[in-house]
């Protein structure tokens, strides 16, 4: 008899137990109550792309991670920021190790088909960055002389439709800052990239005296978005908060402090 209510206590243990176990495992994935804790997003970057997300002193910074903040904090999830690299990025989100990236990435049909993409929240456009004393003055002067990019972006899609895809005057780097590199030490003539990135760099390192030339008719305007799995659930939420950041003022406060002047807002929400 004693034995028998031993047994019965253990069994009736083990039952309760594995009833417990089963329960949280159940609420943890399919019953998304709001008050249920939401999941830590990662975010993957590339950090070499100045003043958008770059190093300093060991940390992330720029105007992207700022707004992420932001963004972040209006949707209601924390998250890990990671410096997965630019390429690596890509792979990340087609494989949906990442859950968003953040890194300057310009929405554009090519991409559309594998990924998705919030709203817009910046404005940009390819610019070409030379010596002091080139002669290059225009996108067309680019013909016949060695340009450097970081591959995998719109500028050396750019640079393709200018002087031929399979051109061996363009050189390719796995991040802007050694594209910019090749042209200091000679290796390159100039360098295409994000208007507000060369134009931070001849600014910020007037030592290696460089200039920044504009070409809107080689160049087309494009927009930032932060880019998602194909599919993501994560869109509507983020885009609905980077619509109440550009209506409280919040976008606009982050944009002064980076850049300086008020954004075009009506610009980006249209
Ligand atoms: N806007 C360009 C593109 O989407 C360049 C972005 C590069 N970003 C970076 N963090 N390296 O292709």
Request: proline share 3%; with cysteine; glycine share 6%.
């Amino acid at each position: 008899m004693k034995k028998f209510s031993a047994l019965a206590f253990i069994l009736a243990i083990i039952l309760i137990l594995s009833a417990c176990g089963s329960s949280q495992d159940s609420s943890g994935d399919s019953k998304k109550g709001s008050s249920e804790p939401k999941k830590t997003l990662k975010v993957g970057t590339d950090a070499s792309y100045a003043p958008f997300e770059y190093m300093d002193k060991g940390k992330i910074t720029g105007f992207d991670v700022d707004f992420l903040k932001a963004v972040m904090k209006e949707a209601g999830y924390k998250y890990n920021l990671v410096n997965v690299g630019w390429d690596p990025l890509f792979v990340e989100l087609k494989n949906k190790t990442s859950d968003l990236g953040i890194s300057a990435i310009t929405i554009n049909d090519e991409r559309k088909q594998t990924y998705d993409f919030s709203k817009a929240y910046f404005l940009s456009t390819n610019e070409i960055l030379v010596p002091e004393n080139s002669k290059i003055k225009s996108a067309a002067d680019l013909k016949g002389k060695r340009i450097a990019v970081q591959s995998g972006t719109t500028g050396q899609e750019a640079v393709e439709k200018l002087i031929g895809k399979n051109n061996k005057n363009i050189k390719k780097f796995k991040q802007n800052t050694l594209a910019i590199q090749e042209l200091i030490h000679g290796g390159a003539d100039a360098v295409v990239a994000d208007n507000t990135v060369v134009e931070d760099y001849a600014k910020n390192n007037p030592n290696q005296k460089l200039k920044v030339i504009a070409d809107k008719k080689a160049f087309a305007p494009e927009y930032y978005g932060l880019m998602f799995p194909k599919g993501s659930k994560l869109k509507p939420t983020f885009d609905k908060a980077i619509e109440t950041l550009y209506d409280n003022g919040t976008y606009e406060k982050i944009y002064k402090k980076w850049f300086k002047v008020k954004p075009d807002v009506a610009n980006l929400k249209a």
